[in-house]
């Protein structure tokens, strides 16, 4: 058994690398594309364009426009009086905000009455602009309560401080950066892509070469070759595990403060289903096209359902029940409590039978439908 499984696994590497542009595809696109999304994947909000519309013209509105400046979060692109300007600099997305101050503001200010300000936003990216109007309140609350502690200490003289002092730490990410949040879920996202995509066209290449036949008629058992195709891909699945968390830890200083043998289960269950959904595609399908356009079909659905880009818990009940039959929704779990809580196994083991009942449903399944077509 053991010298026919270690012939497979020879075979199989004889067959991945034999191809000299089959190495630079396993080794050094999945380094390529951790590049590229850590870049790209970012959903901090930073350097808004700001036009401003101060009709006022008073110290206080221009004390106004200097807080939203000083924040670092803006820069003025524009200052107009003009509303058909209004309309070109958002239109055009010349501008994402438009502060506009009517005349008045500082006499209502300064005579303690209401002063009503106008915060036009660029809704076509819905959550930045969520993030922009969150900072746009925040710097409009604090200078409301400046002015009002100003007001009271010409009134009343020097008054006391709040006696609520609150304060606040920010765990696991302490700069609030998107990009540490995603790119964990990056290496989950890649290592399935192409592990799934080599595993699936495995099979099929023997089908049309024309060497399934002298496969079948060997003394190979199914579960024998389900573990030759199976063990080469795993490997390759682990070495870009290394490489993908070696440039993000050194590249784009993604903390690892989780036990790497966690990480490592972790990682052989989620190849395990990886590599079991690749050998079931490949006996689904006849041409490797057939294969690829699967595998793409299946990936797409993944991602969204993982909880990589939309959280699960705003998918209708539904969808999140589905949620459940996909390993990336575990894995994504599993490294991001790996590499930025420093979680292990007493917290992440229920990823990890998840994870476990996956590989093991889909192994089991490649293996009978490889005896079904072999038969």
């Known amino acids: 058994m053991f010298e026919r499984i270690f012939n497979m696994l020879k075979k199989e590497f004889i067959q991945l690398l034999r191809d000299p542009k089959m190495r630079p595809i396993?080794?050094?696109m999945p380094i390529v594309q951790l590049v590229i999304f850590g870049?790209?994947?970012n959903t901090d909000v930073r350097d808004v364009s700001l036009a401003v519309v101060?009709?006022?013209h008073t110290p206080r509105s221009r004390e106004l426009v200097d807080r939203f400046v000083g924040s670092t979060y803006f820069h003025v692109v524009s200052r107009t009086d003009d509303e058909r300007e209004i309309t070109r600099l958002l239109d055009s997305s010349d501008a994402q905000v438009v502060l506009r101050i009517n005349s008045g503001f500082g006499g209502a200010v300064d005579a303690g009455r209401s002063a009503p300000?106008?915060?036009l936003l660029d809704g076509t990216d819905s959550n930045s602009?969520?993030?922009i109007l969150t900072y746009a309140a925040r710097i409009a609350a604090d200078y409301s309560q400046l002015v009002s502690l100003q007001q009271a200490q010409r009134l009343t003289g020097p008054v006391n401080s709040p006696t609520m002092d609150f304060q606040y730490r920010t765990w696991f990410n302490e700069n609030l950066e998107s990009r540490l949040f995603y790119i964990p879920g990056v290496i989950a996202i890649l290592l399935m892509i192409s592990v799934l995509m080599l595993t699936s066209m495995a099979v099929?290449?023997?089908?049309e070469i024309g060497t399934m036949e002298q496969v079948i008629v060997t003394p190979i058992r199914p579960v024998e070759f389900i573990l030759g195709k199976s063990l080469p891909f795993m490997l390759v699945g682990y070495l870009d595990v290394v490489?993908?968390?070696v440039v993000g830890v050194l590249w784009f200083g993604v903390p690892i403060r989780g036990p790497l043998s966690v990480l490592f289960l972790g990682t052989t269950l989620y190849l395990l289903t990886a590599v079991g959904t690749g050998l079931v595609i490949s006996t689904i399908a006849r041409t490797q096209q057939q294969a690829l356009m699967t595998t793409f079909f299946i990936n797409f659905p993944m991602i969204l359902l993982s909880g990589f880009m939309f959280p699960i818990a705003n998918m209708p009940q539904v969808v999140q029940y589905l949620t459940y039959a996909n390993p990336m929704r575990y894995y994504i779990v599993t490294v991001r409590g790996i590499f930025l809580k420093g979680v292990g196994l007493d917290i992440l083991w229920p990823e990890m039978i998840g994870l476990a009942i996956l590989g093991t449903l889909m192994l089991i399944l490649a293996a009978r439908r490889f005896k079904k077509t072999a038969t």
């Open 54 to 56: 101060d009709l006022d």
């Open 204 to 207: 099929v290449r023997e089908k």
């Open 243 to 245: 490489l993908i968390s």
């Open 26 to 28: 396993i080794l050094v």
């Open 129 to 131: 602009a969520r993030i």
């Open 117 to 119: 300000v106008q915060l």
């Open 39 to 41: 870049y790209a994947a």
